[in-house]
T-cell receptor, first 115, second 113 residues
Framework: AQKVTQAQTEISVVEKEDVTLDCVYETRDTTYYLFWYKQPPSGELVFLIRRNSFDEQNEISGRYSWNFQKSTSSFNFTITASQVVDSAVYFCALPSSGSARQLTFGSGTQLTVLP | DGGITQSPKYLFRKEGQNVTLSCEQNLNHDAMYWYRQDPGQGLRLIYYSQIVNDFQKGDIAEGYSVSREKKESFPLTVTSAQKNPTAFYLC????????????FGEGSRLTVL
């Protein structure tokens, strides 16, 4: 069965600090996707990134970057120069095996960025 | 605008009553999902549907029921058999292409008094 572990329950940083959110996953699939979502206080989950297991290159999007390492089954997320608006719960997720493709989510990391 | 609409946003019910949460999408997605979120536990899958008139149980289906009579609608009923129904409920949809990301509604917060 798929499993996603986000060991950091809560993280607090001061604005402009860099912060890394960890994600470790387990899967028996040889090819798979990984996702990160952001959940602001409003409640709706916002899609951030989808990464194919074939592609281990790091990805950067503005202040966000992702480090995918298949050898350690990790897909970590770094926010550079954090801002108060980054405060949210962040979820890492992995689709199930088979055709349904429902996502298995980690327990989430609550990030608080202090001014 | 395309998206997923959940209603109501907040709902209060007495213990023992059934409640139905609405989820409508205009994204023309085939697959729809219901997740439950409790503090510190992430999201857990209740039910999902890949096509009209078909749905499958997720990890925590007991005490819940769904229907999928139309492609754009996937209502969730929280029955009196659900022992701890107070939670935040999220509906999502996706196309069925492999790797398709889920699009989420804004959620419905149910409180049972």
């Amino acid at each position: 069965a798929q499993k996603v572990t986000q060991a950091q329950t809560e993280i607090s940083v001061v604005e402009k600090e860099d912060v890394t959110l960890d994600c470790v996953y387990e899967t028996r699939d040889t090819t798979y996707y990984l996702f990160w979502y952001k959940q602001p206080p409003s409640g709706e989950l916002v899609f951030l990134i989808r990464r194919n297991s074939f592609d281990e290159q790091n990805e950067i999007s503005g202040r966000y970057s992702w480090n995918f390492q298949k050898s350690t089954s990790s897909f970590n997320f770094t926010i550079t120069a954090s801002q108060v608006v980054d405060s949210a719960v962040y979820f890492c997720a992995l689709p199930s095996s088979g055709s349904a493709r429902q996502l298995t989510f980690g327990s989430g990391t609550q990030l608080t960025v202090l001014p | 605008d395309g998206g997923i609409t959940q209603s109501p946003k907040y709902l209060f019910r007495k213990e023992g009553q059934n409640v139905t949460l609405s989820c409508e999408q205009n994204l023309n997605h085939d697959a729809m999902y219901w997740y439950r979120q409790d503090p510190g536990q992430g999201l857990r899958l209740i039910y999902y549907s890949q096509i009209v008139n078909d749905f499958q149980k997720g990890d925590i289906a007991e005490g819940y029921s769904v229907s999928r009579e139309k492609k754009e609608s996937f209502p969730l009923t929280v029955t009196s058999a659900q022992k701890n129904p107070t939670a935040f409920y999220l509906c999502a949809s996706t196309n069925r292409a492999q790797g398709g990301e889920l699009f989420f509604g804004e959620g419905s917060r149910l409180t049972v008094l």
